[in-house]
């Protein structure tokens, strides 16, 4: 299967999905075991690690890939 990716911020959509659920940097951070400082980078970065956006996906309920590529089928989580 060939997946086209939209051209997207993953940084911004992040940023925006953990503001949307009222969730606080300091607990992302927590939640994947990392830097507070290293999320303020993630909202930076228009494309980041594939295992990072997988566990991001996981702990936040939202399907990032489905937000980045066009037509992707699979569920990485339960929404």
Same mark, same amino acid.
């Given at each position: 299967?060939?997946?086209?990716? +939209? !051209? ?10 953990? +503001? ?7 607990? @992302? ?6 830097? +507070? ?12 690690? @594939? ?8 702990? @936040?309920?939202?399907?990032? @890939?489905? !937000?980045?590529?066009? !037509?992707?089928?699979? !569920?990485?989580?339960?929404?």
């Amino acid at each position: 299967m060939n997946f086209i990716m +939209k !051209d997207v911020h993953v940084g911004k959509m992040v940023h925006t999905e953990l +503001k949307r659920q009222g969730r606080t940097v300091t607990w @992302l951070a927590e939640q994947i075991y990392c830097e +507070k400082s290293n999320i303020y980078k993630l909202f930076r970065r228009k494309s980041i690690d @594939l295992e990072q956006l997988m566990k991001i996906s996981e702990v @936040l309920g939202h399907n990032f @890939l489905r !937000d980045c590529y066009d !037509d992707y089928p699979f !569920d990485l989580v339960n929404q």
